[in-house]
């Protein structure tokens, strides 16, 4: 008689002890927020849940690999990994902090597998999540998790708004902030921060917990992005960031 319970071995029980893994990475400093230039390990999941340009608007994600089925192939780009793999290749790089990101990490929060990640990473030393800021943590999770670099998406990105934009994950993020999380803002222009300022209004987002980050993928695009932000940044009182990894390497799109 079968139960319907995966059994030790079966393919189900295999499946719950793995995430769909695009990289490990590191040591390599952390290129954006309040962290940048730290030494750092990256772990990135594959999945999203947004698109960020896909449709009418420019295409302004630069991990497109990590979720767009119809450009890559997913199960080569992002192949599901146990736990143990990810955390075996993630303790032979050298750094005090471990970056989980994406994709959008958060998709999986509730998978057996990612709470085992978190707790493993947590022994290598802090453990930062970078997410979009649409799916609020659970309790146990936010408990593995010592800082939450939340970046909501713009009307710049192309998505509706009520796809990038989830009330009660933005009200619990910004509960946490700025001691366990801040909100991070990619920004293309000065009109982009008009945006910046209702959804921090809104939200009663602290002002020092708030950075803007130009954007960009090459060096040269980052840089005049930034120099058109800085001023409109300093007058409202906002934290700025640059792109680091854009500028190290600019022609390096993975691993660092």
Known sequence: MTTGIPVAGSGLARHRQTLPLSEVFGPTFQGEGPFTGYRAR?????GCNLSCGTGDAPMVCDTEYTWNAAKFDLAVECPEIRTSTILERAGRISAPISV?????PMTHQRKPAFTALLTGLR?????HVETNGTIPPTPAVGELVDHFTV???LANTGDPAGRRLKPRALAAFAAAAPGRAVFKF????????????R???EY???RRAVWIMPEGR???RVLACHRSLADAILTRGYNTTTRLHMLLWPEEDRGR
């Open 186 to 197: 990619v920004a293309a222009s000065p009109t982009d921060l008009t945006e910046v300022d």
């Open 204 to 206: 009663s987002i602290p």
């Open 151 to 153: 970046s909501p998406k």
């Open 218 to 220: 090459t060096a040269a």
């Open 199 to 201: 959804l921090v209004s």
């Open 100 to 104: 989980l990101t994406g994709g959008e």
């Open 123 to 127: 022994e290598l030393g802090q453990v």
């Open 42 to 46: 990256f772990v990135r999941l594959g």
